[in-house]
């Protein structure tokens, strides 16, 4: 909360000044633009607060300066913080509404929504509360920790996220990707390896060329390339392609398809199960729901508790337990075997 009136001293030539009240009306009816530069040479980062409202942030290989354009909303003018300025080889960006609305009906915020262009080189640390994220053009790493709203990047090395809320759609990252996600859908094309924590929400992962782990609580999950996988899921249905590596599944309920990997690792509570052209050994351990694998490479092994169970082409089938369920094998190299 801002509470006291403290004029503070601008650290960049510009229009404006900081100013701090504490005055609530019903609407953010007060609207200003300002503008912020600040010499971007001997600079190596950004970092950049934000409570309230959308952010474009543009990266650009031509310029030598961040420019931070914004429009302010608020209940009475200046009642806000908006200031840029250099510490050390990073810049400061602070830009800050007293959110306070007294009770009764609002149909406007106060927000302040920027665009941000700066050198495409420099990194990005972003800290907000509420409102639409849009980064394009940047090549360095970005840390971004988001209260509310959908996060886009395009571009960006090693990219950081913990986000409470909204969708996140990243294209064209080249670095490692870490992202603690509570709740939205997510999409994700390119990258270098990703660690991915999910707690509801659709996730469509493609390009990533390295290793993956991820821990989803509910959503579907549609995975495209890769190279080693290990995923834990709660609920949901799964559909894996084209990964090079082994797989690793831990499956509450959904259904679950597989169509290519190394050796493979499965235990599932519910849902069927179908598993294509393993290249490696097969082995699930089934709660209940049909399976079926076919070309396999491998040896298959499978413990069933309810369902049917349908193989075609492996090496070897071994069925350790089969509670209920009918069994139908076939171009099995070197033999069937089951427990009874």
């Known amino acids: 909360m801002l509470k006291h009136i403290t004029p503070l001293l601008c650290a960049v030539t510009l229009s404006g000044c900081i100013v701090h009240i504490n005055t609530a009306s019903a609407d953010a009816k007060e609207h200003v633009q300002r503008q912020l530069q600040l010499s971007a040479n001997n600079l190596q980062s950004l970092s950049a607060r934000a409570n309230a409202g959308d952010i474009k942030i543009i990266g650009s290989s031509t310029t030598s300066e961040i420019t931070a354009n914004a429009d302010i909303y608020t209940h009475e003018p200046n009642q806000f913080v908006f200031t840029l300025e250099q510490q050390g080889n990073s810049a400061k960006l602070i830009a800050e509404v007293d959110s306070h609305v007294s009770f009764g009906f609002v149909t406007s915020s106060p927000r302040i929504d920027m665009t941000i262009t700066m050198p495409s080189h420099l990194a990005l640390a972003l800290q907000d509360s509420s409102g639409d994220i849009t980064i394009n053009g940047l090549n360095a790493d970005i840390n971004v920790e988001d209260g509310s709203g959908d996060i886009t990047i395009n571009g960006g090395a090693n990219i950081t996220l913990d986000d409470d809320s909204g969708s996140i759609t990243l294209n064209n990252a080249t670095g490692v990707l870490e992202i603690e996600d509570g709740s939205g859908d997510i999409s ?4 270098k390896r990703l660690t991915l924590t999910d707690d509801a929400g659709n996730i469509s992962l493609s390009g990533i060329v390295g290793d993956m782990d991820i821990k989803d609580g509910s959503g579907d999950i549609n995975i495209i390339g890769g190279q080693n996988l290990n995923l834990r899921d709660d609920s ?6 084209e990964l090079t590596g082994s797989l690793f599944i831990i499956d509450g309920s959904g259904n679950l398809s597989v169509d290519g990997a190394q050796d493979i690792t499965i235990r599932d509570d519910a849902g069927n199960i179908q598993i294509t052209d393993a290249k490696g050994d097969v082995s699930i351990n ?4 049909d399976l079926r694998v076919s070309n396999s ?7 069933d508790d309810a369902g049917d169970i349908y193989v075609d082409g492996a090496l070897s089938l071994a069925i350790e337990s089969d509670t209920s369920g009918g069994v139908h094998v076939d171009n099995i190299k070197q033999g069937v075997k089951v427990k009874q």
């Not at 490479?297 to 413990?303: D, E, H, L, S």
């Open 188 to 191: 994700i094309a390119g990258g």
């Open 236 to 241: 949901g249905n799964i559909d894996i392609v």
């Open 286 to 289: 089934d709660g209940s729901g």
């Open 297 to 303: 490479q491998g040896n298959v092994t499978i413990n």
